[in-house]
């Protein structure tokens, strides 16, 4: 194959494989997608190896699909048109700490709870915390989708914490996006929109973040509700008073017995909030009680956890938990993003959609923000649930729709959810297609994602 | 003419003028740059009648140049090519208050003021307040420009706060970008890259703003140093230790003259910085006190501005006051923005570099952010002073942008900073003409900015 003959010539034969081993790897992610092969795996060091790289695809008009930890899961890096699958996991140093600053730049490859180690001595931390994948998601993966996590409701989603990034388009061009001033009005924000492309427009090899330093007092809880809808109307109107919040997690009753089933955590089985505060020692406690009257008044009661346990190290395994419920079951799931008014609303709905489609469906997620996904389990084997799920899926998407929300909160489309794109996007989405092509003219770069692939001239 | 008969089919004749008194409000701006009139200016009141505006200019190929106040600071709403000018002023209402969710829609023509006047008995405001503008500055001109104010140094700039938007592009075509949710993840960042286009990629005719709760609790205060330096150092200190204040203006000690000659404010006439601290009546004082001990690490001492006077109301004047000390010469800006802990840095370079060009300069902005302006008050007809004045200007950008910097914090690059924009985005200007040509493929809309004018087919 003379691609593969040509990328010989630009990387160390060690740093590129065809095993089907290593192809097999680089073929899936976390999504109840349909994985897909590459050609080809190749593992670069340098922004020089990725133009180099890429470079060679666009001569040979072959796709390239950037790949972290593969934890997406939306089928977000699954090479579908085959082609080279570059991984990026090697590229992981901490490059920079501009102490002063508050920034780092990085490699893309560092994973973020790695990451977050590093900066500790220096009293800084990156802020968006991906829930149960902080142990594997890469930096370059969370700014491909424009993650979010546990404390996006106080420091914001992964955009906002781009300051700068070298990236390399789809002809194999460097470019030097952003500034390190904390605001700049100077030309078009192409910053902003590369994050969230999820690799369809330019791959970024080098990033320089924003941190916050790490607070000095910090107080967490959890809080249990007689009814979701009780949870939801707490979490919206803590938000709505200001409540200062560095994270406020919603769990339904469901995901809280699967957690108990799953690791015998002994928690409470009744619709769950949990939730931290980042201040000075003498503010937390304030702001705590402040949180806890309000939720008192939907009845909320605050809870301590068995055997003094943590309320993350407990919340990370909730999609795991629930998976394990079905473990012949394949997962579909929502990533629906609403305005905050509408969470008790979006959570009786759901409810009641999966009540009427006969199927059993589990909510959590990132409430302040106005974030919820609903699990589906089933397994697939059974046409008739499998179809019915995917219609209740279809259904409580629209309802968010319908109410000016978003199809993806926080995981991207990918191929998952590119048949809500349409509606959302409207008659925008053709300008999409036009800037993609403005990146990547021969449309290389993960083709297939967003919106259906239509070809090289799509 | 034929075009202006064809408005006249569009538009009512009261809401379409070619008279010359409208033209020459219509030329110019608060700028140094030289006004041009447009051929007619219309007051359109609605979407579809911008769109038909702009349909009926995509026929004849005519520049279509929307227009707020006309209070920016780089020439941006001047229309170098003739043709349309959209004025907007008069679409200025509040649409729509989502309490529940810290939302306004608004039209593009609202001042900035009077939308907050309209949000006070709501608990709300929307917090980029651009400064000694605030009481004529449109919310669309401050999208155009992505502004910033002397609270954005805690809520961020306009680009933040815009959570969706009807926008016009240069063929007519009305789109809507954007979710009511907090967070998304769905498709390109469209949105972002329209805010700060400075009308050049399409123009917004609704938006839809998040907003902040009015503070509980406030407390505002004046400090002054010894030097420029020692402000500048207390400043990168507490933005480096987290101190979590809502404002922190910097006035160099010529600034602080400039004011009391202006206005009589009785001001000690030393280096100074304006601070605002925003939370609970309780933890005002605690922040306000941190904020004291660091700045009197730098020697800074807590004055009480004479009368009772708010800070803001001193600060308000500071543009005007320097102007007044020379009224027959026109002024040279700077917008630089920078990493923070280069502030005493940049304070010191530039204060040298106006001396090698025997020069006077003032300095002062929204440093917590690392803004900083530094005004040159010149006559244009001394030929030889007014060249220094330029030269002065571009070796100070030149030095903000050797340390990472951008030569528009938060004015825009309009015609005013464009021989910087090659410098600072290299080769990414490239895919910025391209983009253009995405939205207004005829390039009608305020053709000439942020980079220099190459024609239809540019």
């Given at each position: 194959?003379s691609?593969v003959?040509?990328?010989?010539?630009l990387?160390?034969?060690?740093?590129?494989s065809?095993r089907v081993a290593?192809?097999?790897?680089a073929?899936g992610?976390e999504?109840?997608?349909?994985?897909?092969r590459p050609?080809?795996?190749v593992?670069?060091l340098?922004?020089?190896?990725v133009s180099?790289v890429v470079?060679?695809?666009?001569?040979?008009?072959?796709?390239?699909t950037?790949?972290?930890?593969?934890?997406?899961l939306?089928?977000?890096?699954i090479?579908?048109?085959?082609g080279?699958?570059?991984?990026l996991?090697?590229?992981d140093?901490?490059?920079?700490?501009?102490q002063?600053?508050?920034q780092?730049?990085v490699?893309?490859g560092i994973?973020?709870?790695?990451?977050n180690?590093?900066?500790?001595?220096?009293?800084?931390f990156?802020?968006?915390?991906?829930?149960?994948s902080?142990?594997?998601?890469?930096?370059?993966g969370m700014?491909?989708?424009n993650?979010?996590g546990?404390?996006?409701?106080k420091y914001?989603?992964?955009?906002?914490?781009?300051?700068?990034?070298t990236?390399?388009?789809?002809t194999g061009?460097v470019l030097?996006?952003?500034?390190?001033?904390r605001?700049t009005s100077?030309?078009y924000?192409?910053?902003g929109?590369?994050?969230?492309s999820?690799?369809?427009?330019?791959?970024?090899?080098?990033?320089?973040l924003?941190?916050a330093?790490?607070p000095?007092g910090?107080?967490?809880?959890a809080l249990?509700?007689?009814?979701?809808k009780d949870?939801a109307t707490a979490?919206?109107?803590?938000?709505r008073?200001g409540?200062?919040l560095a994270?406020?997690?919603?769990?339904?009753?469901?995901s809280?017995?699967?957690l108990?089933?799953?690791r015998?955590?002994?928690l409470?089985e009744q619709?769950?909030?949990?939730?931290?505060v980042?201040?000075?020692p003498d503010s937390?406690?304030?702001?705590?009680?402040?949180?806890?009257?309000?939720?008192?008044e939907q009845a909320?009661?605050?809870?301590v956890?068995?055997?003094?346990?943590?309320?993350?190290?407990?919340r990370h395994?909730?999609?795991?938990?629930?998976?394990?419920?079905?473990?012949?079951?394949?997962?579909?799931?929502t990533?629906?993003g609403?305005?905050l008014?509408r969470l008790?609303?979006?959570?009786?709905?759901?409810y009641?959609i999966?009540?009427?489609?006969g199927v059993?469906l589990?909510?959590f997620?990132h409430?302040?923000?106005g974030?919820l996904?609903?699990?589906?389990?089933?397994?697939p084997?059974?046409?008739q649930?499998?179809?019915a799920?995917q219609?209740?899926?279809d259904e409580?998407?629209?309802?968010?729709?319908s109410?000016?929300?978003t199809?993806?909160?926080?995981?991207?489309?990918g191929?998952g959810?590119q048949?809500?794109?349409a509606?959302?996007?409207g008659s925008?989405?053709a300008l999409?297609k036009?800037i993609k092509?403005?990146?990547d003219p021969?449309?290389?770069?993960?083709?297939?994602?967003i919106?259906p692939?239509?070809g090289?001239d799509?």
């Open positions: 194959m691609l003959h040509e990328l010989s010539s990387l160390p034969a060690a740093r590129i065809t290593d192809l097999e790897v073929a992610d999504s109840a997608c349909q994985p897909v050609d080809v795996v593992w670069p340098s922004t020089d190896e180099r470079g060679c695809a666009w001569t040979h008009g072959v796709p390239v950037a790949r972290g930890a593969g934890s997406s939306e089928g977000n890096p090479p579908v048109r085959g080279i699958v570059l991984d996991s090697r590229m140093a901490v490059v920079e700490v501009h002063e600053d508050l780092v730049s490699q893309p994973v973020y709870n790695r990451l180690e590093q900066l500790k001595p220096w009293g800084l990156f802020p968006p915390s991906p829930g149960g902080s142990d594997v998601a890469t930096i370059g700014v491909a989708n993650a979010s546990i404390y996006s409701v914001g989603g992964t955009r906002e914490h781009v300051q700068a990034a990236v390399v388009t789809g061009h030097e996006l952003g500034t390190r001033s605001k100077s030309g924000h192409l910053l929109l590369v994050v969230g999820e690799g369809t427009l330019a791959i970024a090899t080098q990033l320089t924003s941190l330093g790490l000095q910090r107080k967490q809880g249990t509700f007689p009814t979701e949870a979490i919206a109107t803590m938000m008073y409540v200062d994270a406020v997690e919603f769990l339904d009753r469901r809280i017995v699967a108990n089933r799953y015998g955590f002994g409470e619709p769950s909030l949990f939730l931290e980042h201040g000075t937390v406690d304030a702001v705590f009680e402040t949180a806890q009257a309000v939720c008192e909320g009661r605050v809870i956890l068995p055997d003094g346990q943590n309320p993350w190290d407990v395994f909730t999609t795991r938990a629930i998976q394990a419920l079905k473990p012949e079951g394949k997962t579909i799931r990533d629906m609403f305005p008014s008790p609303e979006v959570v009786e709905h759901s009641a999966a009540e009427r489609h059993v589990h909510t997620g409430a302040g923000l974030i996904h609903a699990l589906l389990r089933e397994d084997a059974d046409t649930r499998w179809a799920a219609r209740a899926k409580m998407v629209g309802f968010v729709l109410v000016g929300g199809a993806s909160g926080e995981h991207g489309i191929l959810s048949k809500y794109v509606q959302e996007h925008s989405l999409m036009h092509r403005v990146f021969k449309h290389i770069l993960n083709p297939g994602k919106w692939d239509e090289v799509g």
